[in-house]
């Protein structure tokens, strides 16, 4: 007697093969919300360069800022004014309040004037038509957190 060999599909392999197409398709018809994405992403970018900020004055121990110049674009400048850099946002982002400075003396401690220090956390938003992330800057340590 001599045995056949099948070399063919079980049903059962072909209802996992089934299964697995079915979760790829799923998978990347999925829309992925582009500009939350991206909200998330410029208020991450905007925290990193304000750390960036206060590292840059306390290293070379000297008056550093963050100044928001448009609604859709902030610099980093020094105690003279220079600027180190300018960020430009997405489209269809905007930054709140417009025109806001946030200032880091030598010792790496926020300032809402080259003469006042923060009296209490400083906010500044990151906002689209489809969400908001708010930047928080602590009073006396410079603490930056996102949300």
């Not at 079980?10 to 998978?27: D, M, N, R, Y």
């Not at 906010?123 to 996102?146: A, C, F, L, N, Y």
Request: proline residues 3%; glycine residues 6%; neutral net charge.
């Amino acid at each position: 007697m001599e045995i056949q060999k099948n070399f063919g599909f079980t049903i059962l392999e072909l209802v996992i093969i089934i299964v697995i197409l079915g979760v790829v398709a799923v998978i990347t018809s999925i829309k992925l919300p582009g500009t939350s994405v991206n909200v998330v992403a410029q208020a991450t970018q905007l925290a990193n360069d304000i750390r960036y900020t206060q590292n840059l004055s306390m290293a070379r121990n000297q008056h550093y800022r963050l100044v928001i110049t448009s609604s859709s674009s902030y610099a980093v400048r020094d105690g003279s004014g220079n600027t180190d850099y300018n960020i430009n946002l997405g489209s269809g982002i905007i930054l709140s309040p417009s025109g806001y400075t946030i200032i880091f003396n030598s010792k790496g401690v926020p300032y809402s004037d080259d003469s006042t220090p923060l009296a209490s956390t400083a906010t500044i938003s990151v906002i689209s038509s489809e969400q908001t992330s708010v930047v928080s800057i602590t009073p006396k340590t410079g603490r930056v957190t996102t949300s």
